[in-house]
């Protein structure tokens, strides 16, 4: 097969525009339909081998992200715009992710159950499903593409992994160092290129039995229409509107801290991020004040880095203005940093006066931006947090038992959080939300399973003879 040229693509650093940190080659659709079928190949081999070994190397995998933590995480700091420091939380978070999956390889594969008759015996198996498509955001380059990757090569299964093109050169890092770790040849390989072109190749291959996605609403329905008649198993991680609820009775020096810690943190750009809080009015004005506070002591460029692209500097400056022009009033920051001129720096944000018909109160920003809303009492709080297409995280802060119990059971969330921020998630706990945040399976933790393997129920019949034992 002659393949077509490849397109070479430089790297730039959201927070010194002017600097190339390096270039990538772009695979094209044929190269990655040779992937694929390389893949499928390669299945046959890696399936058959112990989930015991294939733990192991997840473990030596785990050993060499620490072992290359300060590089890594530099790169890809300077390739998508977090801190040094929040990359090398996310470096030694993916690490923790690698071991725990590593240990799914001495786990029970399946359960031996009674039979109703004393000659059969009766139990289930998971197997892999074969190759397994991962699709990736810019986001957490390095521990989503982990907890999508590690449970799928345990169970046995092949992977092709197309990563967002703006983290080329971090996923790049991270494929070659599976290959560091001794993972066989094609049993993961990396596509570099846009969604659009080689996402789409993945998507509609019927070679590829799964596709594990996260990203957008709108190419998760893509993927949703595509894949979905061709009878793949589909695991989406879409969008959030994150609300935050604090009541009167709560630690408001805690709440007002974790609260912008929770909008802010990686500039806003989780999925988890909180985007809403819903303050209860016997404390609006002291928890306002708490909030202005907490957002002055972030220091942009040191603490808090750039956006991540252009596209996404240029989406969070429109959405800001669009508030002030539909009537919420910007209480602090809301402009890009004059004197970081030279990257894609937005100041933290805080809005008032947000109605709930207001684009800031529905869309999702992925930006530093947090809109501030008065409620009477709890149920107000609780009812309008609910009032949302999305339904990935929400927290409350309260010392009441009886509320935050009536929170966990009410909230329309996959995500709930008490006396704590709307983001996080440990590797041993399912993560995914309700609504229009997710579709299909969970991700992480036993739930993992669920999506790459497929349960096989064994019968084996005349195990026991009456009367003797036959040699």
Same mark, same amino acid.
């Given at each position: 097969?002659?393949?077509?040229?490849?397109?070479?693509?430089?790297?730039?650093?959201?927070?010194?525009?002017?600097?190339?940190?390096?270039?990538?080659?772009?695979?094209?659709?044929?190269?990655?339909?040779?992937?694929?079928?390389?893949?499928? +190949?390669?299945?046959?081999?890696?399936?058959?081998?112990?989930?015991?070994?294939?733990?192991?190397?997840?473990?030596?995998?785990?050993?060499?992200?620490?072992?290359?933590?300060?590089?890594?995480?530099?790169?890809?700091?300077?390739?998508?715009?977090?801190?040094?420091?929040?990359?090398?939380?996310?470096?030694?978070?993916?690490?923790?992710?690698?071991?725990?999956?590593?240990?799914?390889?001495?786990?029970?594969?399946?359960?031996?159950?009674?039979?109703?008759?004393?000659?059969?015996?009766?139990?289930?198996?998971?197997?892999?499903?074969?190759?397994?498509?991962?699709?990736?955001?810019?986001?957490?380059?390095?521990?989503?593409?982990?907890?999508?990757?590690?449970?799928?090569?345990?169970?046995?299964?092949?992977?092709?992994?197309?990563?967002?093109?703006?983290?080329?050169?971090?996923?790049?890092?991270?494929?070659?160092?599976?290959?560091?770790?001794?993972?066989?040849?094609?049993?993961?390989?990396?596509?570099?290129?846009?969604?659009?072109?080689?996402?789409?190749?993945?998507?509609?291959?019927?070679?590829?039995?799964?596709?594990?996605?996260?990203?957008?609403?709108?190419?998760?329905?893509?993927?949703?229409?595509?894949?979905?008649?061709?009878?793949?198993?589909?695991?989406?991680?879409?969008?959030?509107?994150?609300?935050?609820?604090?009541?009167?009775?709560?630690?408001?020096?805690?709440?007002?801290?974790?609260?912008?810690?929770?909008?802010?943190?990686?500039?806003?750009?989780?999925?988890?991020?909180?985007?809403?809080?819903?303050?209860?009015?016997?404390?609006?004005?002291?928890?306002?004040?708490?909030?202005?506070?907490?957002?002055?002591?972030?220091?942009?460029?040191?603490?808090?880095?750039?956006?991540?692209?252009? +596209?996404?500097?240029?989406?969070?400056?429109?959405?800001?203005?669009?508030?002030?022009? +539909?009537?919420?009033?910007?209480?602090?920051?809301?402009?890009?940093?004059?004197?970081?001129?030279?990257?894609?720096?937005?100041?933290?944000?805080?809005?008032?006066?947000?109605?709930?018909?207001?684009?800031?109160?529905?869309?999702?920003?992925?930006?530093?931006?947090?809109?501030?809303?008065?409620?009477?009492?709890?149920?107000?709080?609780?009812?309008?947090?609910?009032?949302?297409?999305?339904?990935?995280?929400?927290?409350?802060?309260?010392?009441?038992?009886?509320?935050?119990?009536?929170?966990?059971?009410?909230?329309?969330?996959?995500?709930?959080?008490?006396?704590?921020?709307?983001?996080?998630?440990?590797?041993?706990?399912?993560?995914?939300?309700?609504?229009?945040?997710?579709?299909?399976?969970?991700?992480?933790?036993?739930?993992?399973?669920?999506?790459?393997?497929?349960?096989?129920?064994?019968?084996?019949?005349?195990?026991?003879?009456?009367?003797?034992?036959?040699?």
């Amino acid at each position: 097969m002659v393949m077509g040229v490849r397109e070479i693509r430089e790297q730039f650093n959201p927070a010194n525009t002017s600097e190339c940190i390096g270039k990538i080659e772009l695979h094209t659709i044929e190269e990655t339909e040779v992937k694929i079928r390389a893949s499928e +190949q390669a299945f046959q081999q890696w399936s058959k081998l112990s989930s015991v070994s294939r733990g192991e190397i997840l473990n030596s995998m785990a050993n060499l992200l620490i072992e290359h933590l300060e590089p890594l995480a530099e790169l890809a700091s300077k390739e998508m715009g977090k801190t040094v420091p929040e990359m090398m939380g996310e470096v030694k978070r993916g690490a923790s992710i690698l071991r725990y999956f590593s240990q799914e390889g001495m786990r029970a594969a399946g359960e031996v159950l009674p039979s109703a008759s004393e000659d059969k015996m009766l139990y289930t198996k998971r197997v892999p499903l074969g190759v397994v498509g991962v699709i990736t955001p810019w986001n957490f380059p390095i521990a989503i593409p982990l907890w999508k990757i590690a449970p799928a090569l345990v169970y046995g299964n092949t992977v092709v992994w197309k990563p967002s093109i703006e983290v080329s050169l971090t996923s790049q890092y991270i494929a070659d160092l599976f290959e560091k770790a001794g993972l066989p040849k094609n049993v993961l390989n990396i596509v570099q290129g846009r969604g659009s072109k080689l996402g789409a190749v993945i998507i509609k291959s019927p070679k590829v039995k799964a596709i594990s996605f996260t990203g957008s609403n709108a190419v998760g329905q893509q993927i949703l229409n595509t894949a979905g008649p061709m009878n793949k198993k589909i695991q989406l991680e879409l969008g959030g509107k994150n609300a935050a609820i604090i009541l009167a009775d709560a630690d408001l020096d805690l709440a007002a801290r974790l609260t912008i810690e929770g909008a802010m943190k990686q500039t806003g750009q989780r999925c988890t991020a909180t985007s809403r809080v819903y303050i209860e009015a016997s404390v609006y004005d002291t928890v306002v004040e708490k909030l202005i506070e907490n957002a002055k002591k972030i220091k942009v460029g040191e603490t808090m880095g750039p956006l991540a692209s252009k +596209q996404q500097f240029e989406s969070v400056i429109e959405h800001i203005a669009r508030a002030k022009a +539909q009537g919420a009033k910007c209480i602090f920051g809301g402009k890009p940093v004059a004197e970081l001129s030279h990257g894609y720096f937005v100041e933290p944000t805080l809005f008032t006066e947000v109605t709930h018909d207001m684009d800031l109160a529905r869309e999702e920003i992925f930006g530093p931006v947090l809109a501030i809303f008065r409620v009477t009492d709890y149920e107000e709080a609780i009812r309008l947090s609910n009032d949302s297409e999305f339904g990935l995280s929400a927290s409350i802060y309260t010392t009441n038992i009886h509320k935050a119990f009536d929170f966990i059971e009410r909230s329309e969330v996959g995500l709930v959080q008490i006396n704590d921020e709307t983001g996080g998630a440990e590797p041993q706990a399912p993560f995914g939300g309700m609504k229009n945040s997710s579709t299909g399976f969970r991700e992480q933790g036993q739930a993992a399973k669920e999506i790459f393997t497929v349960l096989k129920t064994v019968t084996i019949n005349g195990i026991r003879v009456k009367g003797k034992c036959e040699q």
